[in-house]
C-alpha cells in the first residue's frame, strides 16, 4: 500500500463511538462462549490515549474474536467486499472501517481521525488471510503510526485456522484459540527524514516485530500456525532483545 496523500478531514469521517462499544460485547460472546479462546497481555494495551493493534491474519474469525477479546473497543480495517447485505450492515452499525485493499486512503483517513480523538484502531498489516508469519507488511498501519504517534501493540492471534482449512472457514466451536497482546512496538528513531522514509522504517519495523512476537507466541501457547512452514526459534524471533 502506498502512502496516502493527506486529506481534508472533511473528506473523512471518524466512524461513531457507540458501534465497537456494543460490538465488544458480542466478540466476548463469540470470544469466550462460542470458541474458547485464551488471552495474554492485554494489560500492556495503554488504558487511554490512541492505540494501533497489529496483528496477524490466518482466519475469517481474527478480528470478530480480536474485537472481543481486546481490553478497549477498537474500530477494525475490514476489507470492502465484506459490506454488503446483512453482514455488511452488521459491520457499519459496529463501527467498523470498509478499505479498498488497492488503494486504501479514504479509509486510513477515517482511522486516523479514530486515532486523533484517543481512540484504538485495529489494523492486519498483511494485507490478506494467510500463514500469519507476517513475512510481509503494507504500509497503512506505519503511516497511521507516524500520522499519530499512537502506540502500536502487536497482537498473535492463533489457533482461529489450522493446516488445511480454507481461510474462510468458520472453526468448529469450543475450538482452543490465542490472542496474545504484546509489549508496544519501539520504532527506529526517525530523526529528520522525510515522511515517505519514516513510513518506510516504520512499515519494517511493524513487519519485523510482529513476526517475532508471533513466532514467540506459538513457542508459549503450543498453537501452530496453518501450514508446514519452519518457525524461528525464542532467540531468532528476538527473545534477547525484546524479552516478553
Do not use: C, Y
Not at 39 to 49: H, L
Not at 86 to 97: C, N, T, V
Not at 127 to 152: C, D, E, M, P
Not at 207 to 236: K, N, W
Amino acid at each position: 500500500m502506498t502512502s496516502p496523500r493527506t486529506q481534508s478531514p472533511s473528506t473523512s469521517i471518524a466512524p461513531a463511538t457507540s458501534g465497537p462499544r456494543w460490538a465488544r460485547w458480542v466478540g466476548k460472546f463469540l470470544a469466550r462462549i462460542v470458541w474458547n479462546s485464551n488471552t495474554a497481555g492485554s494489560t500492556r494495551v495503554p488504558t487511554k490515549g490512541p492505540v494501533i493493534l497489529v496483528s496477524n491474519h490466518t482466519s475469517v474469525l481474527d478480528g470478530p474474536l480480536l474485537m472481543g477479546t481486546s481490553p478497549r473497543p477498537t474500530h477494525f480495517l475490514v476489507k470492502e467486499e465484506m459490506f454488503s447485505g446483512p453482514i455488511g450492515w452488521i459491520l457499519k452499525q459496529a463501527g467498523q472501517i470498509p478499505i479498498d485493499r488497492n488503494s486504501g486512503r479514504t479509509a486510513l483517513q477515517s482511522a486516523l481521525q479514530v486515532l486523533k480523538r484517543g481512540g484504538v484502531v485495529g489494523i492486519f498489516p498483511e494485507g490478506v488471510r494467510g500463514s500469519g508469519s507476517v513475512s510481509q507488511a503494507r504500509a497503512g498501519a506505519a503511516w497511521l503510526a507516524v500520522q499519530s504517534n499512537a502506540a502500536i501493540i502487536p497482537v498473535a492471534a492463533l489457533g482461529t485456522r489450522r493446516t488445511g482449512e480454507s481461510v474462510s472457514k468458520i472453526p468448529t466451536p469450543r475450538r482452543k484459540v490465542a490472542f496474545v497482546f504484546g509489549h508496544p512496538i519501539k520504532t527506529p528513531d526517525l530523526g529528520n527524514l522525510k515522511r515517505r522514509e519514516q513510513v518506510r522504517v516504520t512499515t519494517r519495523a511493524i513487519q519485523r516485530e510482529l513476526s517475532a512476537h508471533v513466532a514467540r507466541s506459538v513457542i508459549a501457547t503450543g498453537l501452530q500456525l496453518p501450514e508446514d512452514q519452519p518457525l524461528a526459534t525464542a532467540t531468532e524471533a528476538g527473545e534477547d532483545s525484546n524479552r516478553e
